[in-house]
Protein backbone atom coordinates (compact mmCIF):
# COMPACT_ATOMS: atom_id res chain seq x y z
CA UNK A 1 0.00 0.00 0.00
CA UNK A 2 1.62 3.15 -1.26
CA UNK A 3 -0.76 5.08 1.33
CA UNK A 4 -3.53 6.19 -1.02
CA UNK A 5 -6.52 6.31 0.72
CA UNK A 6 -9.22 4.44 -1.77
CA UNK A 7 -13.19 5.16 -1.46
CA UNK A 8 -15.07 1.79 -2.63
CA UNK A 9 -18.22 3.58 -0.61
CA UNK A 10 -20.64 5.19 -3.11
CA UNK A 11 -23.64 3.43 -2.05
CA UNK A 12 -23.49 5.37 0.99
CA UNK A 13 -22.41 8.58 -0.06
CA UNK A 14 -20.90 10.39 -3.08
CA UNK A 15 -18.11 13.39 -2.87
CA UNK A 16 -19.65 16.52 -3.74
CA UNK A 17 -19.22 17.34 -7.50
CA UNK A 18 -17.03 20.52 -6.97
CA UNK A 19 -19.50 22.15 -10.37
CA UNK A 20 -22.66 21.85 -7.88
CA UNK A 21 -20.80 23.25 -4.94
CA UNK A 22 -20.10 26.15 -7.50
CA UNK A 23 -23.87 26.51 -8.19
CA UNK A 24 -24.42 27.00 -4.86
CA UNK A 25 -22.31 28.89 -3.50
CA UNK A 26 -23.26 32.16 -4.32
CA UNK A 27 -27.16 31.04 -2.30
CA UNK A 28 -24.58 30.78 0.66
CA UNK A 29 -23.04 33.79 0.37
CA UNK A 30 -25.20 36.99 -1.29
CA UNK A 31 -29.04 35.58 -2.28
CA UNK A 32 -29.59 35.13 1.27
CA UNK A 33 -33.22 35.78 1.40
CA UNK A 34 -35.77 33.69 2.65
CA UNK A 35 -38.23 32.23 -0.39
CA UNK A 36 -41.25 33.50 1.57
CA UNK A 37 -40.08 36.90 1.90
CA UNK A 38 -41.64 39.50 -0.46
CA UNK A 39 -38.89 41.84 -1.15
CA UNK A 40 -36.11 41.32 -3.83
CA UNK A 41 -33.92 39.42 -1.56
CA UNK A 42 -36.74 37.10 -0.81
CA UNK A 43 -37.82 37.06 -4.73
CA UNK A 44 -34.60 36.34 -5.69
CA UNK A 45 -34.34 33.33 -3.52
CA UNK A 46 -38.04 32.14 -4.47
CA UNK A 47 -36.61 31.77 -7.76
CA UNK A 48 -33.56 29.92 -7.36
CA UNK A 49 -35.85 27.07 -5.93
CA UNK A 50 -38.34 27.11 -8.61
CA UNK A 51 -35.97 26.61 -11.59
CA UNK A 52 -34.34 24.03 -9.24
CA UNK A 53 -37.77 22.52 -9.17
CA UNK A 54 -38.56 23.23 -12.66
CA UNK A 55 -34.70 21.39 -13.46
CA UNK A 56 -36.00 18.55 -11.24
CA UNK A 57 -39.51 17.87 -13.30
CA UNK A 58 -37.94 17.98 -16.52
CA UNK A 59 -35.81 14.68 -15.73
CA UNK A 60 -38.49 13.77 -13.91
CA UNK A 61 -40.82 14.23 -17.16
CA UNK A 62 -43.58 15.68 -14.80
CA UNK A 63 -44.96 18.67 -13.13
CA UNK A 64 -42.75 21.24 -11.53
CA UNK A 65 -45.90 21.59 -8.94
CA UNK A 66 -45.29 17.88 -8.48
CA UNK A 67 -41.51 17.77 -7.00
CA UNK A 68 -41.70 18.32 -3.41
CA UNK A 69 -37.75 18.80 -1.79
CA UNK A 70 -37.64 17.53 1.61
CA UNK A 71 -33.92 17.70 4.06
CA UNK A 72 -33.38 13.62 2.89
CA UNK A 73 -33.76 10.37 1.33
CA UNK A 74 -35.27 9.24 4.29
CA UNK A 75 -37.88 12.37 4.80
CA UNK A 76 -38.94 11.76 1.39
CA UNK A 77 -39.94 7.63 2.43
CA UNK A 78 -41.52 9.11 5.32
CA UNK A 79 -43.77 11.42 3.93
CA UNK A 80 -44.50 8.92 1.06
CA UNK A 81 -45.50 6.30 3.29
CA UNK A 82 -47.10 7.97 6.24
CA UNK A 83 -48.43 10.67 4.59
CA UNK A 84 -50.47 8.22 1.56
CA UNK A 85 -51.12 5.65 4.40
CA UNK A 86 -53.03 8.02 7.04
CA UNK A 87 -54.73 10.43 3.90
CA UNK A 88 -55.78 6.67 2.40
CA UNK A 89 -57.59 5.67 5.24
CA UNK A 90 -59.31 9.17 5.56
CA UNK A 91 -61.10 9.02 2.20
CA UNK A 92 -61.89 5.03 1.60
CA UNK A 93 -60.51 3.27 5.11
CA UNK A 94 -57.87 1.16 3.53
CA UNK A 95 -55.75 -0.71 5.86
CA UNK A 96 -53.40 -2.95 4.83
CA UNK A 97 -49.61 -1.59 4.02
CA UNK A 98 -47.58 -3.77 1.30
CA UNK A 99 -43.14 -3.77 1.83
CA UNK A 100 -40.43 -5.96 1.07
CA UNK A 101 -38.08 -6.87 4.22
CA UNK A 102 -35.27 -5.57 1.60
CA UNK A 103 -36.07 -2.33 1.99
CA UNK A 104 -33.99 0.62 3.32
CA UNK A 105 -34.82 1.70 7.13
CA UNK A 106 -36.22 4.23 6.13
CA UNK A 107 -39.06 2.19 4.32
CA UNK A 108 -39.46 -0.72 6.56
CA UNK A 109 -39.34 1.22 9.88
CA UNK A 110 -41.72 3.59 9.04
CA UNK A 111 -44.38 0.49 7.64
CA UNK A 112 -43.49 -0.44 11.57
CA UNK A 113 -44.10 2.45 13.21
CA UNK A 114 -47.44 2.53 10.76
CA UNK A 115 -48.93 -0.77 12.30
CA UNK A 116 -47.58 -0.27 15.68
CA UNK A 117 -49.35 3.20 16.08
CA UNK A 118 -52.09 3.92 13.48
CA UNK A 119 -53.06 0.53 13.53
CA UNK A 120 -52.31 0.06 10.08
CA UNK A 121 -51.66 -3.89 9.09
CA UNK A 122 -48.76 -4.50 7.83
CA UNK A 123 -47.56 -7.54 5.25
CA UNK A 124 -43.90 -8.38 4.38
CA UNK A 125 -43.73 -8.72 0.52
CA UNK A 126 -41.85 -12.19 -0.27
CA UNK A 127 -38.80 -11.55 -2.75
CA UNK A 128 -37.07 -13.87 -5.14
CA UNK A 129 -33.71 -15.03 -4.78
CA UNK A 130 -31.86 -11.73 -5.90
CA UNK A 131 -34.08 -9.69 -3.28
CA UNK A 132 -36.46 -8.52 -5.72
CA UNK A 133 -40.02 -8.20 -5.74
CA UNK A 134 -41.80 -10.42 -8.37
CA UNK A 135 -45.18 -9.04 -10.29
CA UNK A 136 -46.57 -12.27 -9.14
CA UNK A 137 -45.78 -11.46 -5.65
CA UNK A 138 -47.60 -8.53 -5.63
CA UNK A 139 -50.43 -10.11 -7.71
CA UNK A 140 -51.21 -12.37 -4.79
CA UNK A 141 -51.15 -9.62 -2.22
CA UNK A 142 -52.55 -6.80 -3.11
CA UNK A 143 -56.09 -6.51 -2.47
CA UNK A 144 -58.91 -3.47 -2.69
CA UNK A 145 -57.78 -2.79 1.15
CA UNK A 146 -54.61 -1.91 0.37
CA UNK A 147 -53.52 1.84 1.03
CA UNK A 148 -49.94 1.64 0.15
CA UNK A 149 -46.97 -0.45 -2.07
CA UNK A 150 -43.59 0.52 -1.48
CA UNK A 151 -40.94 -1.24 -3.38
CA UNK A 152 -37.92 0.20 -3.82
CA UNK A 153 -35.72 1.13 -7.25
CA UNK A 154 -32.65 -0.59 -6.78
CA UNK A 155 -31.45 -1.90 -3.22
CA UNK A 156 -28.60 -0.48 -1.33
CA UNK A 157 -27.57 -3.41 0.29
CA UNK A 158 -27.17 -5.76 -2.63
CA UNK A 159 -27.50 -3.11 -6.01
CA UNK A 160 -30.42 -5.72 -7.88
CA UNK A 161 -32.88 -3.04 -9.86
CA UNK A 162 -36.49 -4.06 -9.42
CA UNK A 163 -39.14 -3.66 -12.82
CA UNK A 164 -41.06 -0.95 -11.13
CA UNK A 165 -43.41 -0.32 -14.34
CA UNK A 166 -44.78 -4.12 -14.62
CA UNK A 167 -45.28 -3.58 -10.41
CA UNK A 168 -46.91 -0.17 -10.38
CA UNK A 169 -49.15 -1.31 -13.37
CA UNK A 170 -50.66 -3.93 -11.33
CA UNK A 171 -51.23 -0.89 -8.76
CA UNK A 172 -52.69 1.43 -10.87
CA UNK A 173 -55.14 -1.06 -12.15
CA UNK A 174 -56.81 -1.19 -8.78
CA UNK A 175 -56.10 2.69 -7.80
CA UNK A 176 -53.41 1.76 -5.02
CA UNK A 177 -50.88 4.24 -4.47
CA UNK A 178 -47.62 3.03 -5.84
CA UNK A 179 -44.07 4.40 -3.70
CA UNK A 180 -40.70 3.51 -5.11
CA UNK A 181 -37.58 4.61 -2.72
CA UNK A 182 -35.05 5.41 -6.07
CA UNK A 183 -32.28 6.58 -3.68
CA UNK A 184 -29.85 4.27 -5.25
CA UNK A 185 -31.59 3.84 -8.62
CA UNK A 186 -31.74 8.14 -9.32
CA UNK A 187 -28.03 7.81 -9.02
CA UNK A 188 -27.39 5.89 -12.02
CA UNK A 189 -30.82 4.60 -13.99
CA UNK A 190 -33.40 6.51 -15.38
CA UNK A 191 -35.76 8.66 -13.69
CA UNK A 192 -38.57 9.18 -16.15
CA UNK A 193 -42.19 8.79 -13.59
CA UNK A 194 -44.22 8.15 -16.62
CA UNK A 195 -42.78 5.42 -18.06
CA UNK A 196 -41.37 3.70 -14.11
CA UNK A 197 -45.50 4.83 -13.22
CA UNK A 198 -44.97 5.65 -9.75
CA UNK A 199 -47.35 7.90 -7.86
CA UNK A 200 -44.44 8.38 -5.13
CA UNK A 201 -40.52 8.97 -5.67
CA UNK A 202 -37.97 9.66 -3.26
CA UNK A 203 -34.39 11.16 -4.47
CA UNK A 204 -31.64 11.91 -2.19
CA UNK A 205 -28.87 14.27 -3.42
CA UNK A 206 -25.98 13.05 -1.82
CA UNK A 207 -25.80 9.53 -3.56
CA UNK A 208 -25.96 11.10 -6.99
CA UNK A 209 -22.64 13.80 -6.04
CA UNK A 210 -25.01 16.35 -4.21
CA UNK A 211 -24.91 17.47 -1.48
CA UNK A 212 -25.69 15.76 2.27
CA UNK A 213 -29.26 16.91 4.15
CA UNK A 214 -31.59 17.71 1.02
CA UNK A 215 -33.90 14.71 -1.26
CA UNK A 216 -36.81 15.73 -3.01
CA UNK A 217 -40.53 14.04 -3.24
CA UNK A 218 -42.27 13.45 -6.73
CA UNK A 219 -46.10 13.12 -6.19
CA UNK A 220 -48.44 12.67 -8.45
CA UNK A 221 -51.00 14.78 -9.35
CA UNK A 222 -53.98 13.78 -7.41
CA UNK A 223 -52.30 12.31 -4.72
CA UNK A 224 -53.53 12.77 -1.54
CA UNK A 225 -51.07 13.23 1.61
CA UNK A 226 -51.18 14.29 4.43
CA UNK A 227 -48.54 16.75 5.60
CA UNK A 228 -45.41 15.36 7.67
CA UNK A 229 -44.51 18.50 8.63
CA UNK A 230 -46.87 21.23 10.03
CA UNK A 231 -46.39 25.50 10.04
CA UNK A 232 -45.78 27.28 7.24
CA UNK A 233 -47.44 26.63 3.90
CA UNK A 234 -43.73 26.07 2.24
CA UNK A 235 -44.24 22.73 -0.49
CA UNK A 236 -47.49 23.17 -1.18
CA UNK A 237 -48.95 22.88 2.63
CA UNK A 238 -47.12 19.33 2.82
CA UNK A 239 -43.78 20.16 4.32
CA UNK A 240 -43.14 23.28 6.45
CA UNK A 241 -40.24 24.88 6.98
CA UNK A 242 -37.98 27.70 5.31
CA UNK A 243 -36.63 26.46 2.22
CA UNK A 244 -32.96 25.53 2.27
CA UNK A 245 -32.03 27.60 -1.11
CA UNK A 246 -28.50 26.30 -1.27
CA UNK A 247 -29.23 22.83 -1.16
CA UNK A 248 -32.21 22.87 -3.14
CA UNK A 249 -30.03 24.59 -5.86
CA UNK A 250 -26.84 22.19 -4.82
CA UNK A 251 -30.14 18.37 -5.68
CA UNK A 252 -31.26 19.71 -9.07
CA UNK A 253 -27.80 21.02 -10.18
CA UNK A 254 -26.49 17.12 -9.11
CA UNK A 255 -29.16 15.78 -10.96
CA UNK A 256 -28.83 17.28 -13.78
CA UNK A 257 -25.09 16.65 -14.30
CA UNK A 258 -25.52 12.98 -13.34
CA UNK A 259 -28.63 12.38 -16.01
CA UNK A 260 -26.35 14.33 -18.58
CA UNK A 261 -23.60 12.58 -17.59
CA UNK A 262 -24.53 8.87 -17.05
CA UNK A 263 -24.22 6.78 -20.06
CA UNK A 264 -20.29 7.85 -19.86
CA UNK A 265 -19.53 7.46 -16.21
CA UNK A 266 -22.04 4.19 -15.95
CA UNK A 267 -20.07 2.40 -18.79
CA UNK A 268 -16.66 3.21 -17.03
CA UNK A 269 -18.18 2.40 -13.26
CA UNK A 270 -19.62 -1.01 -15.36
CA UNK A 271 -16.05 -2.80 -16.47
CA UNK A 272 -15.17 -2.16 -12.96
CA UNK A 273 -17.81 -3.69 -11.54
CA UNK A 274 -17.77 -6.54 -13.80
CA UNK A 275 -13.97 -7.29 -12.96
CA UNK A 276 -14.44 -7.21 -9.38
CA UNK A 277 -17.43 -9.64 -9.20
CA UNK A 278 -15.59 -12.36 -11.58
CA UNK A 279 -12.47 -11.98 -10.19
CA UNK A 280 -13.73 -12.06 -6.49
CA UNK A 281 -16.09 -15.07 -7.32
CA UNK A 282 -12.98 -16.95 -9.05
CA UNK A 283 -10.20 -15.92 -6.31
CA UNK A 284 -11.92 -16.40 -2.67
CA UNK A 285 -12.82 -19.60 -1.95
CA UNK A 286 -16.88 -19.90 -0.38
CA UNK A 287 -17.75 -16.59 -2.10
CA UNK A 288 -21.10 -15.92 -2.92
CA UNK A 289 -22.32 -12.80 -5.21
CA UNK A 290 -25.77 -11.29 -3.16
CA UNK A 291 -28.12 -9.68 -5.36
CA UNK A 292 -28.87 -10.33 -9.40
CA UNK A 293 -25.57 -10.63 -11.39
CA UNK A 294 -26.90 -8.11 -14.10
CA UNK A 295 -29.85 -6.65 -13.20
CA UNK A 296 -27.62 -4.77 -10.44
CA UNK A 297 -26.87 -1.08 -10.15
CA UNK A 298 -23.53 -0.11 -12.83
CA UNK A 299 -21.50 0.53 -9.25
CA UNK A 300 -22.64 -1.94 -7.00
CA UNK A 301 -20.93 -5.21 -6.12
CA UNK A 302 -21.65 -7.33 -3.02
CA UNK A 303 -20.52 -10.65 -1.33
CA UNK A 304 -21.04 -12.98 1.22
CA UNK A 305 -18.23 -15.02 2.33
CA UNK A 306 -18.77 -18.21 4.65
CA UNK A 307 -17.01 -18.09 8.06
CA UNK A 308 -15.51 -14.97 7.83
CA UNK A 309 -16.60 -11.56 10.55
CA UNK A 310 -17.43 -9.15 8.08
CA UNK A 311 -16.76 -6.02 10.45
CA UNK A 312 -13.02 -7.47 11.30
CA UNK A 313 -12.45 -8.01 7.52
CA UNK A 314 -13.89 -4.14 6.93
CA UNK A 315 -11.20 -2.76 9.61
CA UNK A 316 -8.31 -4.62 8.62
CA UNK A 317 -9.41 -3.11 4.93
CA UNK A 318 -9.49 0.27 6.66
CA UNK A 319 -6.09 0.00 7.55
CA UNK A 320 -4.66 -1.26 4.02
CA UNK A 321 -6.65 2.11 2.91
CA UNK A 322 -9.84 0.34 1.26
CA UNK A 323 -12.95 2.10 2.11
CA UNK A 324 -15.80 -0.61 1.85
CA UNK A 325 -19.05 -1.74 3.77
CA UNK A 326 -20.94 -4.23 4.79
CA UNK A 327 -24.21 -4.10 3.94
CA UNK A 328 -25.94 -0.99 5.07
CA UNK A 329 -23.84 2.06 6.46
CA UNK A 330 -26.35 1.81 9.46
CA UNK A 331 -25.34 -1.95 10.26
CA UNK A 332 -21.60 -0.73 11.06
CA UNK A 333 -20.39 -1.96 14.47
CA UNK A 334 -23.33 -4.03 14.94
CA UNK A 335 -22.96 -7.58 15.29
CA UNK A 336 -26.06 -9.13 14.41
CA UNK A 337 -26.40 -9.82 10.80
CA UNK A 338 -28.11 -7.49 7.97
CA UNK A 339 -31.90 -8.21 7.82
CA UNK A 340 -31.87 -8.10 4.06
CA UNK A 341 -29.34 -10.69 3.83
CA UNK A 342 -31.45 -12.57 6.93
CA UNK A 343 -34.72 -12.21 4.87
CA UNK A 344 -33.19 -13.89 1.45
CA UNK A 345 -32.67 -16.73 3.41
CA UNK A 346 -28.96 -16.82 4.43
CA UNK A 347 -27.71 -18.43 7.58
CA UNK A 348 -25.64 -16.32 10.07
CA UNK A 349 -22.36 -18.15 8.84
CA UNK A 350 -22.52 -16.53 5.49
CA UNK A 351 -24.71 -13.07 6.48
CA UNK A 352 -21.98 -12.20 8.99
CA UNK A 353 -19.66 -12.08 6.41
CA UNK A 354 -20.92 -9.41 3.97
CA UNK A 355 -18.74 -7.12 2.03
CA UNK A 356 -20.19 -4.22 -0.29
CA UNK A 357 -17.81 -2.07 -2.89
CA UNK A 358 -19.73 -0.21 -4.82
CA UNK A 359 -17.08 2.00 -7.53
CA UNK A 360 -17.82 6.02 -7.98
CA UNK A 361 -17.01 7.96 -11.11
CA UNK A 362 -13.52 8.62 -9.86
CA UNK A 363 -12.71 5.17 -9.31
CA UNK A 364 -9.32 3.85 -11.74
CA UNK A 365 -8.14 0.63 -12.79
CA UNK A 366 -5.55 1.15 -10.64
CA UNK A 367 -7.72 1.44 -7.74
CA UNK A 368 -9.27 -1.83 -8.33
CA UNK A 369 -6.46 -3.93 -9.38
CA UNK A 370 -5.33 -3.11 -5.91
CA UNK A 371 -7.89 -3.56 -3.68
CA UNK A 372 -7.83 -7.39 -5.58
CA UNK A 373 -4.59 -7.56 -4.88
CA UNK A 374 -5.57 -6.93 -1.10
CA UNK A 375 -8.51 -8.56 -0.22
CA UNK A 376 -7.66 -12.48 -0.42
CA UNK A 377 -4.78 -11.89 1.96
CA UNK A 378 -6.89 -10.38 4.13
CA UNK A 379 -9.37 -12.84 3.81
CA UNK A 380 -7.03 -15.58 4.66
CA UNK A 381 -5.88 -13.86 7.25
CA UNK A 382 -9.81 -13.02 8.49
CA UNK A 383 -10.42 -16.75 8.12
CA UNK A 384 -7.22 -18.19 9.90
CA UNK A 385 -7.98 -15.69 12.94
CA UNK A 386 -11.69 -17.13 13.15
CA UNK A 387 -10.33 -20.76 13.40
CA UNK A 388 -7.92 -20.22 16.12
C1 LIG B 1 -29.19 6.34 1.37
C2 LIG B 1 -30.54 5.73 1.17
C3 LIG B 1 -31.66 6.23 1.85
C4 LIG B 1 -31.56 7.36 2.84
O1 LIG B 1 -31.27 8.58 2.21
P1 LIG B 1 -30.75 9.81 3.10
O2 LIG B 1 -30.73 10.95 2.15
O3 LIG B 1 -29.39 9.41 3.56
O4 LIG B 1 -31.70 9.98 4.21
C5 LIG B 1 -32.88 5.65 1.61
N1 LIG B 1 -33.00 4.63 0.75
C6 LIG B 1 -31.95 4.13 0.07
C7 LIG B 1 -32.16 3.01 -0.88
C8 LIG B 1 -30.68 4.65 0.26
O5 LIG B 1 -29.64 4.15 -0.40
Redesign the pocket.
Known amino acids: MNGKKVYLDH???TPLDPRVFAAMSPYFEEHYGNPSSVHTFGQKAEAAVESARETVAMILNCKPKEILFT???????NLALRGAALAQRETNNRKWVLVAPV?????THTAEQLAELHDFQLEWLPTDKFGRVTDKALQQAICDDTAIVSV?????EIGSINDLAALAELCRQKNIPFHS?????AAYLSTNVQTLNVDLM?L????FYGP????ALYVREGMKLHPSQTGGGQEFGLRAGTHNVPYIVGFAEALRITQEEAEQHNTHMQALRDRIIDQVLETIPDSKLTGHRTERLPNHTSFVFKGVDGNALLMMLDVEGFACSSG??CKTGDPEPSDVLTSMGYDREWALGSLRITVGRHTTDEDVESFLNTLPVLMERSRTLEAV
Not at 71 to 77: H, K, L, T
Not at 181 to 185: I, L, N
Not at 204 to 207: F, I, N, V
Open positions: AATSCGSESDEHHAVMYANNDAVQGAGAHKKGVGSA
